[in-house]
């Protein structure tokens, strides 16, 4: 696996759009243990920006 140092373009997508996203992948022939990894991607993406926007925020510990 080659691992690249540059960072991941950062989306911005709705709640509708994320929701989309997983269910076409729901729906997919794509292996269901891709599809799992897919979706937990898709989630962790999700929440590792909602972490950093709280962060970045005055008195968020």
Same mark, same amino acid.
């Given at each position: 696996?080659?691992?690249?140092?540059?960072?991941?373009?950062?989306? &911005?997508?709705?709640? *509708?759009?994320? &929701? *989309?996203?997983?269910?076409?992948?729901?729906?997919?022939?794509?292996?269901?243990?891709?599809?799992? !990894?897919?979706?937990?991607?898709?989630?962790? *993406?999700?929440?590792?920006? !909602?972490?950093?926007?709280?962060?970045?925020?005055?008195?968020?510990?």
């Amino acid at each position: 696996m080659n691992h690249s140092k540059k960072l991941p373009k950062v989306v &911005d997508k709705s709640q *509708a759009d994320i &929701d *989309a996203a997983i269910a076409a992948i729901k729906i997919s022939n794509i292996p269901s243990s891709t599809k799992e !990894f897919a979706i937990s991607c898709i989630k962790l *993406a999700v929440w590792l920006n !909602f972490q950093i926007s709280r962060m970045q925020k005055p008195g968020w510990v």
